[in-house]
């Protein structure tokens, strides 16, 4: 079973994938970035994570950090490549299909959270499966 890690603020949204996903992925959670940063080393054990684009808001002794910084982190600490999907709900399909490599292309796949998580389930099977780059 592959082991997907979800970093995004709005929890409804992760129960709803989390529950989606379940019958296929070990899913885990993530609504802090510094929980998230706090356990680099242990993010290793993913082979797919989900990635808000506009993350949630930081402490105050925290800079802002946004899902583009935190893909290109995990592209550059971790030991081996995951694959990194970057998730947004301010931009269409259409738009991330036009402007999604250019903003993020460190990213292997971006997903609009409008389209449906049957997309978002066939384009990370796609992924883990090809290792291929793709939009939806």
């Known amino acids: 079973m592959y082991k997907l890690a979800i970093l995004d603020d709005d929890e409804h949204w992760c ?3 989390e529950r989606f996903m379940k019958q296929e992925y070990a ?3 993530y609504k ?3 929980r998230f940063l706090w356990e680099i080393e242990e993010l290793n054990q993913y082979d797919i994570f989900l990635v808000d684009f506009v993350l949630l808001p930081t402490a105050q002794y925290e800079p802002n950090i946004d899902g583009i910084q935190i893909v290109a982190d995990l592209k550059r600490d971790l030991p081996r490549s995951p694959v990194v999907i970057l998730a947004t709900a301010y931009m269409s ?3 991330l ?3 999604g490599k250019q903003m993020c292309p460190e990213a292997d796949g971006f997903f609009a959270k ?3 998580l049957e997309l978002l389930a066939n384009q990370m099977k796609r992924l883990l ?3 291929t ?3 939806i």
């Open 129 to 131: 499966t090809a290792g």
């Open 93 to 95: 399909k259409n738009e």
């Open 27 to 29: 899913v885990e959670t």
């Open 15 to 17: 129960r709803i994938v």
């Open 97 to 99: 299909e036009v402007h």
């Open 114 to 116: 409008d389209a449906g």
């Open 32 to 34: 802090s970035v510094s």
């Open 133 to 135: 780059t793709e939009d």
